[in-house]
């Protein structure tokens, strides 16, 4: 059995991004979501181990964006685990008919920046989280299309994870279920990037699946 996680990071988009800092200032160094939520609760339930969080996350990546800067903010690192969020920029270019977004290379480059860390890292484990949106703000007018494209995101993720032996956090499906307690902009305020309350829910998905998971950090 491998050892827990003590390296765990979090890379991704705006949405793992939470504003952080870019400096070593302890009070901001992790941003202000679900990764500052997941860190700060297991770094105060297991002070004594010591575990070290690291937030990577760039608003306005897509996935050949992360793959480009793995060298600097992964590998450089050497973590034990390495979360990732990544695919609304990818959707949001192409939707909107955008230079960056005229080929669609999501999954594509994501393929190619996980099985060059199975190469280089290969102990490190990974964790896939579902990217997802919801029917209000940027995806109101072109809802259909954005609903197909990011199901075929959702479900090429779903099959790296498989295919490379990652945990896969589902998301969608727990927006979904939100929409019964609260409307969509409630959880999700433009569609797209989440509010206090939906990075709450994220941080509680990804706890109740990483943590029953063989990557549980403990």
Same mark, same amino acid.
């Given at each position: 059995?491998?050892?827990?996680?003590?390296?765990?990071?979090?890379?991704?988009?705006? /949405?793992? %991004?939470? +504003?952080?800092?870019?400096? #070593?200032?302890?009070?901001?160094?992790? $941003?202000?979501?679900?990764?500052?939520?997941?860190?700060?609760?297991?770094?105060?339930?297991?002070?004594?181990?010591?575990?070290?969080?690291?937030?990577?996350?760039?608003?306005?990546?897509?996935?050949?964006?992360?793959?480009?800067?793995?060298?600097?903010?992964?590998?450089?690192?050497?973590?034990?685990?390495?979360?990732?969020?990544?695919?609304?920029?990818?959707?949001?270019?192409?939707?909107?008919?955008?230079?960056?977004?005229?080929?669609?290379?999501?999954?594509?480059?994501?393929?190619?920046?996980?099985?060059?860390?199975?190469?280089? /890292?290969? %102990?490190? +484990?990974?964790?896939?989280? #579902?990217?997802?949106?919801?029917?209000? $703000?940027?995806?109101?007018?072109?809802?259909?299309?954005?609903?197909?494209?990011?199901?075929?995101?959702?479900?090429?993720?779903?099959?790296?994870?498989?295919?490379?032996?990652?945990?896969?956090?589902?998301?969608?499906?727990?927006?979904?279920?939100?929409?019964?307690?609260?409307?969509?902009?409630?959880?999700?305020?433009?569609?797209?990037?989440?509010?206090?309350?939906?990075?709450?829910?994220?941080?509680?998905?990804?706890?109740?699946?990483?943590?029953?998971?063989?990557?549980?950090?403990?």
């Amino acid at each position: 059995m491998k050892p827990s996680p003590s390296t765990i990071l979090f890379q991704g988009d705006s /949405i793992t %991004d939470g +504003g952080r800092s870019r400096n #070593e200032d302890l009070n901001h160094v992790l $941003g202000h979501g679900y990764a500052y939520l997941i860190s700060s609760r297991l770094g105060m339930e297991l002070a004594s181990k010591h575990k070290t969080f690291y937030n990577r996350g760039i608003s306005g990546n897509r996935a050949s964006d992360l793959y480009a800067r793995w060298n600097e903010d992964t590998y450089s690192l050497k973590p034990d685990l390495i979360s990732i969020l990544i695919g609304v920029n990818d959707a949001w270019r192409f939707m909107n008919d955008e230079p960056r977004g005229y080929t669609d290379r999501f999954a594509r480059a994501y393929r190619h920046l996980l099985e060059e860390t199975r190469e280089v /890292i290969p %102990d490190t +484990g990974l964790v896939l989280m #579902e990217p997802f949106i919801l029917k209000t $703000g940027a995806t109101l007018d072109q809802w259909e299309g954005w609903e197909k494209l990011m199901a075929e995101y959702q479900q090429q993720v779903r099959e790296m994870a498989e295919h490379y032996g990652a945990v896969w956090v589902p998301l969608q499906q727990t927006f979904n279920a939100a929409l019964e307690q609260a409307d969509a902009s409630y959880w999700l305020w433009d569609g797209v990037h989440p509010t206090a309350a939906g990075h709450e829910l994220i941080a509680r998905q990804w706890l109740s699946v990483v943590q029953q998971s063989p990557l549980a950090i403990v």
